[in-house]
């Protein structure tokens, strides 16, 4: 979907692809171009296979530009003999697009009643117009395979969150991540949902942290500059060990850039965002699937190890649509039955209650170690992880949960130094203890992330040559390499970063390239920090995503 952010309007264009088997970019040539106006025909001539595929408006477009051969419609003259609003064009144009495929008027019929809701039955005579003054330009066959839902990035993501026990999510609308808003708007009443806009994303972070600390399993949403003014409330999430999700959609910047274009700019800054050194769990899914998969992994992650996870996306899978299989969810290998739900570790009810327990033993807590016994603190989280006394998995550094009001528990979460009951301290020897309770959980979560497919590996899996891709460079990138022979490799989980399965991922790789819509290469950078090396980049910072052809012919010059 490519459209600009003026408000004045401009020119809205979509390119839309199917064939046989998954795919995932688009291609620059096209069978149809659909034009309702003049600069669509200037704009996208060029594209066509066959220059007589264009269904256009043959009101708008001057006589002396009508293409030889294509089917112009009268829509002005057809609207008013049908008292229609001029919105409805589309609708004629959809139907005459129809014939072209060989597509039968029933079925285009049962389609439109099933998706338009406003002047059906005029949505439906219009598109009938269109039909009846078009032609067979081609006969699309049917496939043997079950229809598949076509989901966005932004809806699967919504869907995975929820699956993972998602209850409320907060928003600042922000492109392209304010669809996921709009989404779980529409379906709040269907999973009991709370779905919150307040005023600024300063707000969205702080009301989520308390959120979290009432045991709401909770995520936010935002883009770039969005998260520019999360950072403080992630930095104090991970000071004071409060989960949380956070959706990044990726668009290009600086600043404000092209709002509703596409980028891969944001890697260095997630990895780094926020003041000071705590742990955090980043994933980057490379379709819907993969989205839906690594939505629950992430809020999953964010209350087992009680740190805030980061879902990085970007414009071109957000706001994709692309047909979805739920089978193709779960990674090759897993086993069929659902992977063990990552509640919390919960507070048995025994002893003091310490909100950081599992630091070290302080004398304060010594003291109170057999002062009472309160009752278990029960609910909250979504948690079914077992319930574990006052240190906690010590050797982790994960410490048990409770929620207020838990009956004989103090909860003090803290941003200021603090601790195990939450108390503020500045002495060396508690901090360093606190400090080091923190750090561990990323030894920890790494070892988990062995356990699951954090790299992924396509196409001429044999292949010496590789192609390094991230995010939705992931669909052009299987396409082209399995067109040109290339191994492609795609972490998917980039903190921590799973150096033993990249490492086997790019064993007998001599040549390894870059893809990327950004214009440092900063996923070459990351790996490269990491100690493997990369031969080159293809980057692309235009804010339009590459095309298979395009990929193609850079690959070609550099290789």
Known sequence: FDYGSLIRGGHNFSIVRAAPQKVAAH??????????????????????????NVVFDSDAVRADAAPAGGIGLPLRKILQEEAAKP????????????????????????????????????????ASRGYELSREATKLEALSQAPLPTLT??????????????????????????????FLADVA????????????????????????YAGDRVAVGTSGGGFCLMTEGLSLAGGAELPVVVFVGQRPSPSTGLPTYTAQAELNFVLSAGHGEFVRFVVAPGDPEEAFYWSKVAMDVAWKYQIPSIILSDKTLSEGGLTFDVAETRPAGEPAEARPFLGPVLWDGTGAYARYAGAGRSESAEAEENAHAGPSAGGGGGGTAPAAGREGARGTGI?????????????????????????????????????????????????????????RVHARRDSDTALLCWGSNKGVCVEVGDELGLRVVQPVVLSPFPVRQFESAVRGVRKLVSVENNATGQMASLVKSHGFGVHGCVCKFDGRPFSCEELETELKKLL
């Open 27 to 52: 291609r620059d040539s096209v069978d149809f171009v659909l034009a309702l106006d003049q600069t669509t025909l200037d704009l996208h001539r060029s594209r066509l296979n066959n220059p007589a």
């Open 399 to 455: 410490s048990p949960l409770a929620f207020p009001p838990a009956k004989g528990a103090v909860i003090k979460v803290n941003s200021y130094e603090h601790d195990e009951r939450g108390i503020t301290t500045e002495e060396a020897a508690e901090t360093s203890k606190m400090y080091e309770k923190r750090l561990r959980k990323g030894t920890y979560l790494a070892q988990e992330m062995e356990g699951y497919e954090a790299v």
């Open 189 to 212: 009443q269907d999973f009991s949902l709370k779905v919150i806009h307040p005023e600024n994303e300063i707000a969205v972070m702080l009301m989520a942290l308390g959120f979290s």
């Open 153 to 182: 990035g932004n809806e699967a993501t919504g869907l995975g969150l929820v699956a993972a026990g998602l209850k409320t999510y907060i928003a600042y609308p922000m492109t392209p991540s304010s669809s996921l808003l709009h």
């Open 87 to 126: 919105v409805m064009r589309n609708s004629c144009l959809v139907g005459a697009f129809a014939r072209c495929i060989s597509m039968d008027l029933q079925t285009l019929e049962r389609l439109l009643r099933e998706h338009v809701r406003k002047a059906t039955d005029q949505n439906v005579k219009l």
